[in-house]
């Protein structure tokens, strides 16, 4: 039984039409003649940068193309029945059933109109699988193997009166219920933060090891990837780079794509010493908005000339806010921060042009940090216009050089941001700052948008662009790989108070207070059995207790 | 970037051209001038009076197409300021938020809960009628519409990160009011100049007929209904040629602003 196949997939072709404006419509090939096979219980991890076509090929798998998505040849064939070839009477009957599909976006994927338990039963209930008192009793024993709160009565709630990690895994319980042969696990974890996405991969790890569900898991981080999967499939341009056992694609990647994606995020940065005269002193600043709940408590980081502070911390915990009340945008309500020697004023508005152009800002979402109705030429323009008041062949000079310096050509320049990819519109976002000359740049999240090899270019360009300019970064990001790579100093912040601050080496090394330990060890490895080690050490530690 | 244009869009872009021509060039056009009798009450089409004459003997289709002058330049002339006025006052309330924008607000709401109408034609009666006290009327009154809607699109521009950019490198309000967010608010706003215009149209032809509007002897579309409309109940049918053409151009404007609409929804940007 163990050794059964359960989906078949051959050739499998996935096309689009796009309509570009102005021409005709052309066929977009979404996925390549791909095949694959899944046995029984067996986990295979999808992976690939966004794009690559890791969820159609996956969505195909229960025969569902998305709006406007064909599926012109291929089988797909799942328990002896081509699902491609059947009718959608017959559809009906696998999906939901035979195949269940848990969504990125918990929060968005549930109807915020009924209870959790209506929701994580309708599929059992539709498909006539039990009677309404059978399928709760196994939702809610589920709802306990995924370690949620009160099993029993988490079911009664709404999806607003629960948390994201635990939406998730209900949504998670919500696919087991019917008891299905296939799940299809489209990114769960990727919108948690660290040190909920271990509890959630655990629980799912656990559900699947249970029930002994086969399930396709798709995500575009290898490291989370290996701790789940039996066998991973990556993916680019909607064709099959690599196929291989997990063991074999972590530790023996074939082809080089899979080497870059498993070495991502090795750079290496020797931490660099203080200096006597630190360029931002943030001084025992406490700020909110409005109201009387404080957002920042008391913070008090220096930044250094031609050095990084990383700023770290789960969502909510005000990383994000502290830079904030240093551009001006939000005016701390007690504390000073000092620039350079002297002392800023806290609102924006009566900063002089200087103390402006001196502290430049790069935004997580480069989508929206540039004008669409605005060529690269004006992005990049304008600040030197406004602040060096550039003109005429001055002006396009320095434009060229600044396009060189984020290793773009100049045919960029009269391009909008909606001809450019995601790694080059954060590049120009880039050029918009160092165009002001600053003296720090206050990057907020800005690789976390990215697939990881483009966010590796942007790290290494950020950091190339520090040794030449001696520019200062404060560098907020909830993901530690990405600060072991770049930081100097590292700056732990959790419900709005720093819990610990100081040097690179100091901070990453023991002993931890329990928030570090807990951020720290839960950033996803790049080795087989880490999740099964960390979840262990935890069970140790709090049974100790 | 022409190529491909439905059918619906072409038949509104012929029909709104023609009325335009009619409108530029009415003294060259018309046959007879615009306030002439030039033969009897009423008469029949004919190949003297292709759309026969009104009331007074005056010939119908000279008089339709002065008409379109009159019309379409206090319509157009309304429309723009409403614009100017609506658009800009929207921006302002939306980038400095706060008090500014609850006073703007709640202004704004307080002449909007009068009915249009009847405020019109309560200042119209209490000012001079000439055709500027027309313009400003409509033009103030259309525009709180305007501002509703380039208020609600602004508020949403003026959060995106770009905005905030532009703010943080110390650019005054001027420049994120007209260069940071009204290119992203134009395909909105342009869609809705054609419903507005049409609005403007009907709206002056409501206030004409009702004998606020333009007065005589000038020619105006919803005069026209007026001064003809005690045929009907002879069988001649010259009131309803100028409310045919109010008709047609309201579909026509609307036929052309569903198309630019449909060419620029998406508000990502670009080349569009």
Redesign the interface.
């Given at each position: 039984m163990a050794d059964e196949t359960l989906l078949e997939v051959c050739n499998l072709r996935i096309e689009a039409t796009v309509y570009p404006?102005?021409e005709k419509p052309q066929t977009l090939v979404i996925v390549k003649d791909l095949s694959w096979s899944l046995k029984r219980g067996q986990v295979l991890g999808i992976i690939g940068e966004s794009g690559a076509g890791k969820s159609t090929a996956a969505l195909a798998g229960m025969a569902y193309g998305r709006g406007g998505v064909r599926l012109p040849a291929g089988e797909v064939w799942l328990d002896g029945q081509n699902l491609l070839a059947v009718g959608k009477a017959a559809l009906r009957n696998v999906r939901g059933r035979k195949v269940c599909y848990v969504a990125q976006s918990a929060a968005a994927a549930f109807n915020p109109a009924h209870t959790l338990m209506d929701q994580v039963v309708e599929a059992s209930l539709l498909h006539g699988v039990c009677n309404r008192a059978t399928a709760e009793n196994r939702a809610i024993r589920l709802f306990e193997k995924l370690g949620l709160p009160n099993p029993d009565k988490i079911g009664d709630r709404y999806p607003h009166q629960v948390s994201g990690g635990q939406l998730q895994r209900v949504m998670t319980a919500m696919a087991l219920c019917p008891e299905p042969d296939l799940i299809v696990f489209d990114e769960p974890t990727t919108a948690l933060d660290v040190t909920t996405q271990i509890d959630v991969l655990a629980a799912i790890k656990d559900a699947i090891r249970d029930t002994g569900v086969a399930a396709m898991y798709i995500t575009h981080d290898l490291a989370v990837v290996a701790q789940v999967s039996d066998e991973i499939m990556v993916l680019r341009h909607g064709e099959l780079v690599e196929h291989g056992t997990a063991k074999q694609i972590i530790e023996s990647p074939r082809e080089e794509y899979t080497q870059a994606l498993v070495s991502v995020r090795s750079i290496e940065h020797e931490e660099k010493k203080p200096s006597t005269q630190p360029v931002m002193k943030v001084k025992n600043v406490t700020a909110a908005y409005g109201g009387t709940i404080d957002v920042l408590k008391d913070i008090s980081v220096e930044i250094h000339p031609g050095q990084t502070l990383a700023v770290v911390g789960e969502s909510g915990s005000g990383k994000s806010t502290l830079a904030r009340a240093i551009?001006?945008?939000l005016p701390p309500r007690k504390g000073t921060i000092e620039f350079d020697g002297r002392t800023l004023s806290n609102a924006?508005a009566q900063?002089s042009?200087d103390d402006?152009?001196e502290?430049?800002?790069i935004?997580q979402?480069a989508d929206?940090?540039?004008?669409?109705?605005?060529t690269v030429r004006t992005i990049i323009g304008?600040?030197l216009q406004?602040?060096f008041d550039l003109k005429g062949e001055a002006l396009d000079q320095r434009i060229n050089e600044l396009l060189e310096e984020i290793e773009m050509g100049d045919g960029f320049a009269d391009r909008?941001?909606?001809?450019l990819s995601g790694g080059q519109k954060q590049r120009v976002c880039i050029a918009?700052a160092l165009a002001?000359k600053p003296k720090l740049i206050i990057c907020d999240e800005v690789t976390s948008a990215l697939d990881p090899l483009v966010a590796d270019g942007i790290l290494k360009l950020l950091l190339d662009l520090q040794a030449r300019e001696g520019v200062s970064y404060m560098f907020i990001t909830h993901d530690l790989a990405t600060v072991k790579a770049i930081a100097d100093s590292i700056a732990v912040m959790f419900q709005g108070e720093l819990v610990r601050y100081g040097p690179k080496s100091e901070v990453l090394a023991p002993p931890f207070d329990d928030y570090t330990d807990l951020l720290l060890s839960s950033v996803p490895q790049m080795r087989l059995g880490w999740l099964e080690e960390v979840t262990k050490s935890r069970r140790m530690a709090s049974g100790g207790n | 970037?022409f190529?491909r244009i439905p059918l619906s869009a072409l038949i509104g872009i012929i029909a709104t051209s023609t009325f335009v021509f009619m409108a530029v060039f009415a003294p060259w056009i018309a046959p007879y001038p615009m306030a002439e009798i030039v033969g009897g009450t009423w008469e029949p089409s004919s190949a003297k009076f292709l759309l026969g004459t009104d009331n007074l003997g005056r010939d119908l289709l000279s008089r339709m197409i002065f008409g379109a002058r009159t019309t379409l330049t206090i319509a157009a002339l309304a429309t723009a300021l409403s614009f100017t006025l609506g658009a800009t006052l929207g921006f302002t309330a939306a980038v400095f938020g706060g008090w500014v924008d609850q006073v703007m607000s709640r202004g704004i709401d307080l002449l909007m809960a009068i009915p249009t109408l009847i405020f019109a034609l309560v200042v119209l009666s209490v000012l001079p009628t000439t055709i500027t006290t027309l313009i400003l009327v409509m033009g103030v009154l259309d525009s709180t519409r305007v501002y509703r809607l380039s208020r609600a699109v602004a508020v949403d521009i003026n959060v995106?990160?770009?905005v905030?950019?532009a703010?943080?490198?110390?650019?005054g309000r001027i420049w994120i009011i007209f260069?940071?967010i009204l290119?992203?608010a134009l395909s909105p706003l342009v869609a809705e100049l054609g419903l507005r215009f049409i609005f403007a149209v009907l709206f002056l032809s409501a206030l004409s007929f009702l004998g606020l509007g333009v007065q005589p002897p000038e020619a105006d579309w919803g005069g026209m209904v007026k001064e003809n409309k005690d045929g009907i109940i002879f069988g001649i049918p010259a009131a309803l040629i100028p409310a045919a053409a109010i008709a047609v151009l309201a579909i026509s404007v609307n036929l052309v602003a569903d198309w630019i609409l449909n060419?620029t929804t998406d508000?990502?940007?670009?080349?569009?």
């Open positions: 404006p102005g551009t001006g945008l924006l900063r042009r402006l152009r502290v430049q800002m935004y979402m929206v940090a540039m004008n669409p109705r605005q304008r600040p406004f602040y909008y941001p909606a001809e918009r002001a | 970037m190529k995106m990160d770009f905030e950019a703010r943080l490198r110390g650019e260069r940071e290119p992203n060419r508000l990502k940007g670009g080349r569009g």
